[in-house]
Protein backbone atom coordinates (compact mmCIF):
# COMPACT_ATOMS: atom_id res chain seq x y z
CA UNK A 1 0.00 0.00 0.00
CA UNK A 2 1.17 3.51 -0.53
CA UNK A 3 1.97 5.72 2.00
CA UNK A 4 3.02 9.05 2.49
CA UNK A 5 4.36 10.53 5.93
CA UNK A 6 5.33 14.51 6.24
CA UNK A 7 6.60 14.45 9.79
CA UNK A 8 6.64 18.18 10.14
CA UNK A 9 3.36 19.35 11.61
CA UNK A 10 3.79 23.26 11.04
CA UNK A 11 7.22 25.10 10.78
CA UNK A 12 8.12 28.61 11.71
CA UNK A 13 10.80 30.70 10.57
CA UNK A 14 11.30 34.13 10.07
CA UNK A 15 11.79 35.48 6.36
CA UNK A 16 15.01 35.32 4.70
CA UNK A 17 15.65 32.15 6.68
CA UNK A 18 16.05 28.32 4.44
CA UNK A 19 13.37 25.52 5.31
CA UNK A 20 13.16 22.10 4.25
CA UNK A 21 10.11 20.06 4.09
CA UNK A 22 10.40 16.62 4.88
CA UNK A 23 8.70 13.95 3.37
CA UNK A 24 9.43 9.92 3.18
CA UNK A 25 6.82 7.45 0.90
CA UNK A 26 6.32 4.01 1.17
CA UNK A 27 5.09 2.26 -1.96
CA UNK A 28 5.62 -1.58 -3.67
CA UNK A 29 5.59 -0.08 -7.47
CA UNK A 30 9.08 0.14 -8.79
CA UNK A 31 7.00 3.13 -11.19
CA UNK A 32 5.79 5.60 -9.46
CA UNK A 33 5.41 9.40 -9.32
CA UNK A 34 6.13 12.12 -6.53
CA UNK A 35 4.70 15.86 -6.10
CA UNK A 36 4.64 18.61 -4.53
CA UNK A 37 0.96 21.33 -4.06
CA UNK A 38 1.18 24.52 -2.45
CA UNK A 39 -2.14 25.13 -0.35
CA UNK A 40 -2.47 28.77 0.41
CA UNK A 41 -5.24 30.13 2.31
CA UNK A 42 -7.59 30.55 -0.79
CA UNK A 43 -7.64 26.34 -0.84
CA UNK A 44 -6.54 25.84 -4.55
CA UNK A 45 -3.75 23.17 -4.46
CA UNK A 46 -1.07 24.77 -6.33
CA UNK A 47 1.48 22.10 -8.22
CA UNK A 48 5.00 22.70 -7.60
CA UNK A 49 6.79 19.82 -8.70
CA UNK A 50 6.59 16.18 -10.00
CA UNK A 51 9.38 13.58 -9.95
CA UNK A 52 9.62 10.23 -11.91
CA UNK A 53 11.06 7.42 -9.79
CA UNK A 54 13.28 6.42 -12.49
CA UNK A 55 14.42 9.84 -12.52
CA UNK A 56 17.07 10.76 -9.42
CA UNK A 57 18.18 14.46 -10.44
CA UNK A 58 17.89 16.66 -8.37
CA UNK A 59 15.75 20.22 -9.74
CA UNK A 60 16.47 23.72 -8.94
CA UNK A 61 13.64 26.33 -9.72
CA UNK A 62 14.60 29.34 -8.56
CA UNK A 63 14.37 29.71 -4.19
CA UNK A 64 12.85 25.86 -4.73
CA UNK A 65 14.65 23.05 -4.89
CA UNK A 66 13.98 19.39 -4.29
CA UNK A 67 15.87 16.26 -3.54
CA UNK A 68 14.80 13.12 -4.51
CA UNK A 69 16.37 9.99 -3.06
CA UNK A 70 15.47 5.96 -3.39
CA UNK A 71 18.05 5.08 -1.07
CA UNK A 72 15.93 6.49 1.66
CA UNK A 73 12.38 7.10 0.12
CA UNK A 74 12.43 10.50 0.84
CA UNK A 75 11.74 13.59 -1.46
CA UNK A 76 12.38 16.73 0.71
CA UNK A 77 11.63 20.42 -0.70
CA UNK A 78 14.12 23.17 0.44
CA UNK A 79 12.98 27.18 0.20
CA UNK A 80 16.06 29.33 -0.07
CA UNK A 81 15.38 32.70 1.83
CA UNK A 82 11.51 32.43 2.46
CA UNK A 83 9.19 34.89 1.93
CA UNK A 84 6.09 35.73 3.49
CA UNK A 85 4.06 35.04 0.37
CA UNK A 86 5.65 31.47 0.53
CA UNK A 87 2.88 30.80 4.06
CA UNK A 88 0.96 28.16 3.09
CA UNK A 89 -0.08 24.22 3.87
CA UNK A 90 3.13 21.99 1.35
CA UNK A 91 1.77 18.55 0.60
CA UNK A 92 3.75 15.67 -0.55
CA UNK A 93 1.93 12.99 -2.87
CA UNK A 94 2.27 10.11 -4.50
CA UNK A 95 0.53 7.78 -7.69
CA UNK A 96 1.47 4.51 -8.42
CA UNK A 97 1.40 2.29 -11.71
CA UNK A 98 -0.96 0.29 -9.43
CA UNK A 99 -3.16 2.64 -9.75
CA UNK A 100 -3.19 3.54 -13.54
CA UNK A 101 -1.48 6.57 -11.58
CA UNK A 102 -5.40 8.46 -11.13
CA UNK A 103 -4.79 7.75 -7.51
CA UNK A 104 -2.83 10.84 -5.77
CA UNK A 105 -2.65 9.81 -1.87
CA UNK A 106 -1.41 12.99 -0.15
CA UNK A 107 1.03 13.12 3.14
CA UNK A 108 -0.85 14.94 6.23
CA UNK A 109 0.54 18.21 5.27
CA UNK A 110 3.52 20.60 6.37
CA UNK A 111 1.98 23.98 7.53
CA UNK A 112 4.85 26.82 6.90
CA UNK A 113 4.55 30.10 8.67
CA UNK A 114 6.81 32.90 7.75
CA UNK A 115 7.12 35.74 9.53
CA UNK A 116 8.18 39.34 8.24
CA UNK B 1 -6.69 29.37 -19.57
CA UNK B 2 -5.48 26.44 -17.25
CA UNK B 3 -8.45 27.05 -14.68
CA UNK B 4 -10.45 24.71 -12.75
CA UNK B 5 -13.66 26.64 -11.92
CA UNK B 6 -15.60 25.42 -8.86
CA UNK B 7 -19.22 26.67 -7.33
CA UNK B 8 -20.62 27.71 -5.41
CA UNK B 9 -17.65 28.56 -3.21
CA UNK B 10 -19.92 28.06 0.00
CA UNK B 11 -22.77 26.28 0.91
CA UNK B 12 -24.56 25.54 3.59
CA UNK B 13 -27.52 22.67 3.71
CA UNK B 14 -29.51 20.88 6.25
CA UNK B 15 -29.16 17.33 6.30
CA UNK B 16 -32.95 16.72 4.48
CA UNK B 17 -31.92 19.12 1.42
CA UNK B 18 -30.51 18.31 -2.33
CA UNK B 19 -27.91 20.12 -3.87
CA UNK B 20 -25.13 20.15 -6.51
CA UNK B 21 -21.92 20.90 -6.66
CA UNK B 22 -20.60 22.76 -10.65
CA UNK B 23 -16.85 22.08 -11.83
CA UNK B 24 -15.90 23.08 -15.20
CA UNK B 25 -12.82 23.57 -17.37
CA UNK B 26 -11.95 24.15 -20.72
CA UNK B 27 -8.29 23.09 -20.81
CA UNK B 28 -10.17 19.91 -23.16
CA UNK B 29 -8.75 17.68 -20.10
CA UNK B 30 -10.43 14.21 -19.99
CA UNK B 31 -10.40 13.01 -16.80
CA UNK B 32 -11.50 14.90 -13.85
CA UNK B 33 -11.72 14.01 -10.03
CA UNK B 34 -13.66 15.02 -6.78
CA UNK B 35 -11.26 15.14 -3.66
CA UNK B 36 -12.90 15.73 0.15
CA UNK B 37 -10.65 17.47 2.69
CA UNK B 38 -11.20 18.08 6.03
CA UNK B 39 -10.12 20.50 8.01
CA UNK B 40 -6.42 20.16 8.58
CA UNK B 41 -6.64 16.97 6.89
CA UNK B 42 -5.34 16.50 3.48
CA UNK B 43 -7.21 15.80 0.47
CA UNK B 44 -8.26 12.46 0.01
CA UNK B 45 -10.06 10.63 -3.58
CA UNK B 46 -13.19 10.11 -3.81
CA UNK B 47 -13.98 9.99 -7.63
CA UNK B 48 -12.43 9.77 -10.79
CA UNK B 49 -13.79 10.30 -14.85
CA UNK B 50 -11.75 9.17 -17.65
CA UNK B 51 -13.65 10.01 -20.61
CA UNK B 52 -16.65 10.94 -19.42
CA UNK B 53 -16.94 7.45 -17.33
CA UNK B 54 -16.72 6.65 -13.75
CA UNK B 55 -13.29 4.97 -13.29
CA UNK B 56 -12.98 4.89 -9.73
CA UNK B 57 -15.30 5.12 -6.60
CA UNK B 58 -12.83 5.15 -3.69
CA UNK B 59 -15.84 3.32 -1.63
CA UNK B 60 -17.87 6.31 -1.17
CA UNK B 61 -21.24 6.51 0.43
CA UNK B 62 -24.29 6.72 -2.21
CA UNK B 63 -25.59 10.06 -0.59
CA UNK B 64 -22.81 11.48 -2.79
CA UNK B 65 -23.47 11.21 -6.72
CA UNK B 66 -21.24 12.33 -9.32
CA UNK B 67 -21.90 13.33 -12.82
CA UNK B 68 -20.21 13.94 -15.45
CA UNK B 69 -22.15 15.47 -18.48
CA UNK B 70 -19.12 16.38 -20.63
CA UNK B 71 -15.74 16.55 -21.01
CA UNK B 72 -15.83 19.77 -19.53
CA UNK B 73 -18.06 19.67 -17.07
CA UNK B 74 -18.23 17.69 -13.31
CA UNK B 75 -20.72 17.48 -10.86
CA UNK B 76 -21.15 16.28 -7.59
CA UNK B 77 -25.29 15.87 -6.57
CA UNK B 78 -25.50 15.67 -2.62
CA UNK B 79 -28.55 14.25 -0.86
CA UNK B 80 -29.23 13.69 2.77
CA UNK B 81 -25.53 14.82 4.13
CA UNK B 82 -24.82 14.15 7.43
CA UNK B 83 -22.96 16.63 9.63
CA UNK B 84 -19.65 14.87 9.30
CA UNK B 85 -19.63 15.33 5.68
CA UNK B 86 -18.21 19.38 6.01
CA UNK B 87 -15.22 19.94 4.15
CA UNK B 88 -13.64 21.71 1.39
CA UNK B 89 -14.55 19.60 -2.01
CA UNK B 90 -12.38 19.96 -4.41
CA UNK B 91 -12.57 19.24 -7.93
CA UNK B 92 -9.22 18.25 -10.28
CA UNK B 93 -8.52 18.12 -13.84
CA UNK B 94 -5.81 16.32 -15.73
CA UNK B 95 -4.58 16.19 -19.51
CA UNK B 96 -5.23 11.74 -19.42
CA UNK B 97 -6.46 9.90 -17.07
CA UNK B 98 -3.81 8.77 -14.59
CA UNK B 99 -0.88 10.43 -14.49
CA UNK B 100 1.95 8.12 -16.33
CA UNK B 101 2.57 10.79 -19.42
CA UNK B 102 5.77 13.05 -19.43
CA UNK B 103 4.85 16.04 -17.31
CA UNK B 104 1.07 15.23 -16.58
CA UNK B 105 -0.07 16.64 -13.18
CA UNK B 106 -3.60 17.61 -11.60
CA UNK B 107 -5.05 21.57 -11.97
CA UNK B 108 -6.94 21.95 -8.77
CA UNK B 109 -10.16 24.67 -8.00
CA UNK B 110 -10.24 26.62 -5.28
CA UNK B 111 -13.17 24.53 -3.86
CA UNK B 112 -16.64 24.56 -2.42
CA UNK B 113 -16.52 25.03 1.22
CA UNK B 114 -19.43 22.94 1.90
CA UNK B 115 -21.24 23.14 5.61
CA UNK B 116 -23.77 20.67 6.84
CA UNK B 117 -26.42 21.41 9.53
Known amino acids: AQKVTQAQTEISVVEKEDVTLDCVYETRDTTYYLFWYKQPPSGELVFLIRRNSFDEQNEISGRYSWNFQKSTSSFNFTITASQVVDSAVYFCALSEAATGFQKLVFGTGTRLLVSP | DTEVTQTPKHLVMGMTNKKSLKCEQH?????MYWYKQKAKKPPELMFV???????INESVPSRFSPECPNSSLLNLHLHALQPEDSALYLC????????????????FGSGTQLSVL
Open chain 2, 49 to 55: YSYEKLS
Open chain 2, 27 to 31: MGHRA
Open chain 2, 92 to 107: ASSQRPGQGRKNEKLF
